[in-house]
């Protein structure tokens, strides 16, 4: 027998404490009260009964005094938390996996809201059931893996760490759990992992190679759901026509993962109710589309998707949405869909912002009609006499410089496309004259060239580029680079090995193409556009501050600093919707943001954080999906299966109390008190 609470010493001291004051007590004189009676017989009478009764009142009283110290003895043997050593040595330690991943968030198990709540559950009858010596950790899995508190066994803590945990809309990271649950199990006996999952979970394998449990860590699987039906989009993406931006066409994907055959009705909704499309730097509103207004219909489709089929759909020369558009999937009669979470999948289009663009020639048709195609290019044409003499020493901003054969001394403060470039000015090195290049070699994947076909352009003449380390050889010759991209001081820029009017480059769609796509590539609207993120992903999102942190308003109004390294945010997304970014500036970086109540008051001037107007910041919109069919696959696997190894149910588990020897204790003391009370009222002891 040990002591779990207070040690013997100290038990011992607080029981002959409590022990004196008692008998002390017991041994004061007792105060007789004075009772006037007319007849001395009635006096002796008296005097008789008590020479008869001294002795057995001094018994009462001590029997009443033993009661005492009983009653104190218990109470003070309970403080000391008395346990059978092989007890607490033996008891089990736990780490509870509770999955949070998107699949959790199916409707499919009545009448719990959905399965993370059925998971919740089962969690509290094993916390329940804890015996005195166990121990346990609940740690959330999904995109990442959330510890929710120490270990520990105090059954009302645990319980709140337990309802700490919300559903995602990322997938689990299967491995990274079960790597941080053996860790925290390292070196302790009796150790046990808890899954609680639908199961859909992948193999326990990551970049560190197959996770291995050991020989000591039992593992345990408790099955959550049992519905299969399900359908889901599970591709979105949306992108504008380079010739045309008010115009865009939509690529996406719908999923039935269930055995079963499904009527359901998908719907594309443009601008929906939250999101702003004033212009730059606008962008979308905290939770829009994630249960407000839709906004406009663009449009309807009834589709009917077989058991397992992936149907993809085009939609191309759409029109209506500004900035954003949301897909939503809904089932038809007699169809069924128990997973809410991919039924909505959101998409920003690129800003159709106008880029000023400054073209510095001595006179080029072609090149003016070109950027005459696209109506969002503020287009100042000059002469190089007239850059040189009145634009380089003004410093006027331009988002992009054309330089049509006149190469300037100074490079601009501003991204830049040159033209047969020359002179020392030249941001690559121009060696020999080359007779007759072509583009025999084409990095056909790079922005500037995506939708052209240079490959059979005749040029007469050009020169050879050398690019420095870390550019871009765009197209090459045999003989050398004709076009190189790269960033010189902050600023992109695009070299051309040749004069235009010496090839039939300009006869050709190609080149307004060449042209347009690098004012998208200077001005971030190229080819590369991530119309939106994938939730579970770590997200390097571009954002303007002069702090170290940006701030980020997520889908469900929350406001929060995330950290900024090398001009981009960084952030683990886990919510599908429309995000706000923007910079920090004017905020301490040692406090986040906590989004306050609609209801609560206004801070004081003194602790409320700088208004938006107060920072000139850029304020960067994005959207994030699931965009998984391997998560919106619901079925519950009916095993777990780990390092070779399959799970096992949870046993040993049983609601009731606690087996604790100081609860007994407790409730011998409350019997003795019974007990003393019937007895003092019953004149027993008195």
């Given at each position: ?56 009142s001094r018994l009462k009283r001590l029997l009443s005094l033993l009661v005492q110290l009983a009653l104190l003895a218990l109470l003070a043997f309970a403080l000391g938390d008395p346990r059978a050593a ?388 765009v197209g090459a010759s045999v003989d050398g680079p004709i076009l190189v991209t790269g960033q010189r001081g902050g600023y992109k820029f695009v070299a051309m090995g040749f004069d235009v009017r010496d ?51 997520t889908p469900s109004g929350t406001e929060l600093l995330v950290p900024v390294h090398e001009g981009r945010a960084v952030y683990l997304g886990e919510q599908a919707g429309f995000y706000e970014l923007a ?104």
């Amino acid at each position: 027998m040990i002591f779990a609470g207070l040690s013997l010493a100290q038990l011992a001291a607080v029981f002959g404490a409590a022990a004196v004051f008692a008998t002390a007590l017991y041994i004061l004189k007792l105060r007789r009260r004075t009772v006037a009676v007319p007849f001395s017989k009635l006096w002796e009478k008296i005097l008789r009964d008590k020479e008869a009764t001294s002795l057995f009142s001094r018994l009462k009283r001590l029997l009443s005094l033993l009661v005492q110290l009983a009653l104190l003895a218990l109470l003070a043997f309970a403080l000391g938390d008395p346990r059978a050593a092989a007890t607490l040595i033996k008891g089990r330690n736990l780490v509870v996996i509770v999955d949070a991943s998107a699949s959790m968030q199916a409707t499919d198990v009545a009448p719990a809201k959905n399965r993370l709540e059925a998971a919740k559950d089962e969690v509290k009858k094993v916390i329940r059931g804890l015996g005195g010596s166990d121990r346990m950790l609940i740690a959330q899995m999904d995109a990442a893996v959330t510890p929710l508190g120490p270990t520990s066994s105090d059954t009302s803590e645990l319980e709140r760490a337990l309802d700490a945990i919300k559903a995602t809309d990322a997938r689990a990271d299967f491995p990274r759990a079960l790597r941080f649950a053996i860790d925290s199990l390292r070196s302790v006996e009796n150790a046990e992992i808890v899954v609680v999952s639908d199961g859909r979970l992948g193999e326990a394998v990551d970049a560190s190679g197959k996770v291995h449990l050991g020989e000591d860590i039992k593992l345990s699987y408790i099955p959550i759901g049992r519905g299969v039906r399900n359908v889901g989009i599970t591709a979105f993406s949306v992108r504008r026509y380079p010739l045309d931006k008010s115009r865009y066409e939509v690529m996406l994907e719908v999923t039935n993962t269930g055995p079963e055959t499904e009527d359901v009705e998908l719907s594309l909704y443009a601008d929906p109710r939250g999101t702003d499309h004033a212009g730059a730097g606008a962008g979308a509103g905290a939770g829009a589309g994630m249960g407000g207004e839709k906004g406009q219909l663009v449009d309807l489709t009834k589709l009917r998707l077989k058991p397992g089929e992936r149907l993809p759909r085009f939609y191309p020369n759409l029109s209506g949405a500004s900035r954003a558009l949301e897909a939503r999937l809904a089932v038809l009669a007699n169809s069924v869909d128990e997973l809410p979470a991919d039924d909505r999948a959101y998409a920003l289009l690129p800003e159709r912002r106008r880029a000023k663009v400054l073209v510095v020639t001595p006179g080029n048709t072609y090149l003016e009609a070109a950027l005459l195609l696209d109506e969002y290019l503020d287009v100042q044409l000059v002469s190089p006499r007239e850059y040189a003499e009145k634009i380089a020493p003004s410093g006027q901003k331009h988002d992009v410089v054309i330089f049509d054969g006149a190469t300037p001394s100074d490079a601009p403060r501003a991204h830049a496309i040159y033209l047969d470039p020359r002179g020392p000015g030249s941001p690559v090195k121009v060696e020999n004259e080359l007779k007759s290049p072509g583009f025999d070699r084409i990095e056909r994947k790079h922005p500037i060239v995506r939708w052209t076909a240079l490959d059979d352009v005749n040029i007469a003449r050009g020169r050879k580029l050398v690019p420095q380390p870390g550019d871009k050889v765009v197209g090459a010759s045999v003989d050398g680079p004709i076009l190189v991209t790269g960033q010189r001081g902050g600023y992109k820029f695009v070299a051309m090995g040749f004069d235009v009017r010496d090839s039939d480059l300009p006869l050709r769609v190609a080149w307004p193409l060449v042209l347009l796509n690098s004012v998208n590539f200077f001005t971030d609207e190229d080819s590369q556009y991530i119309s939106s993120f994938r939730t579970g992903d770590v997200w390097r999102v571009p954002v303007v501050t002069q702090t170290g942190q940006a701030r980020l308003k997520t889908p469900s109004g929350t406001e929060l600093l995330v950290p900024v390294h090398e001009g981009r945010a960084v952030y683990l997304g886990e919510q599908a919707g429309f995000y706000e970014l923007a910079g920090a500036e004017g905020l301490d970086p040692t406090k986040g943001l906590d989004a306050p109540s609609p209801d609560a008051p206004a801070p004081a001037a003194k602790d409320a954080p700088p208004a938006a107007s107060d920072a000139p910041t850029t304020t960067t919109a994005f959207a994030a999906n699931l965009l998984d069919a391997e998560e919106s696959s619901i079925e519950v696997a009916k095993e777990l299966v780990v390092d070779g190894k399959k799970a096992g149910s949870l046993s040993g588990f049983q609601i009731g109390v606690r087996r604790e020897i100081w609860i007994y204790l407790l409730i011998a003391a409350l019997i003795l008190t019974a007990i003393e009370w019937i007895t003092y009222h019953r004149r027993i002891t008195v």
